[in-house]
């Protein structure tokens, strides 16, 4: 059996195998801060958030009038802008409850698309021959508003509701799944407006 016989020895290894690393003890500090904090997190949300949908509707609320802007990055070869303005405008005034058009309003239904060609080599990262092309991205509708904010004199724009859809659908086809996504946005844009009344 081999061994120091000096207790003094003996006394700074126990010692040291007792006391964790510095680095340990301020990682087990970090960790119960870490704890804490998302504790708290959890106990508070519920004092102020409410379901999304109310907070979503409460932005539509006294919206009698909106213009309505189009935008599209990129360009898509096979719809036009117009198009789409012109079907917005359709749906709201066949709507019987729905915000009338003004262009010169400040209140904006705002249509964004962002829908592009993808090869299926370029998706799975390699050359696949035969392969087809496909119209992958986004199609956002959204409410602007100017709101008041304590503090500053003059009202700023802001979203007060906002929507999504993503196209992923055969090139080909990629103009009918957009205008397609745009009719199911403005109906879920009106059923908020009518405070989830069908």
Not at 105 to 117: G, H, I, K, W
Request: net charge neutral; proline share 9%.
């Amino acid at each position: 059996m081999s061994g120091s016989g000096d207790p003094g020895e003996r006394e700074r290894a126990t010692l040291s195998e007792e006391r964790p690393a510095p680095y340990l003890r301020r990682w087990a500090v970090f960790s119960g801060l870490l704890v804490l904090a998302a504790g708290l997190a959890v106990a508070l949300v519920p004092a102020w958030a409410g379901p999304a949908e109310a907070q979503s509707r409460a932005g539509l609320q006294g919206l009698r009038r909106v213009a309505i802007e189009v935008t599209m990055a990129p360009d898509h070869p096979r719809l036009d802008p117009g198009a789409l303005e012109q079907r917005l405008e359709e749906l709201l005034v066949t709507s019987p409850a729905a915000p009338k058009l003004d262009l010169q309003s400040p209140d904006r239904l705002r249509l964004a698309v962002s829908v592009r060609a993808y090869t299926g080599s370029e998706l799975r990262g390699f050359y696949l021959p035969f392969s087809g092309t496909y119209g992958i991205g986004s199609v956002r509708l959204s409410v602007e508003r100017l709101v008041t904010i304590p503090g500053l004199a003059s009202p700023l724009p802001a979203v007060v509701w906002q929507t999504e859809r993503h196209a992923g659908g055969p090139w080909y086809r990629s103009a009918a799944e957009i205008m397609a996504l745009v009719d199911e946005l403005l109906a879920t844009f009106l059923e908020d407006y009518r405070g989830g009344k069908p």
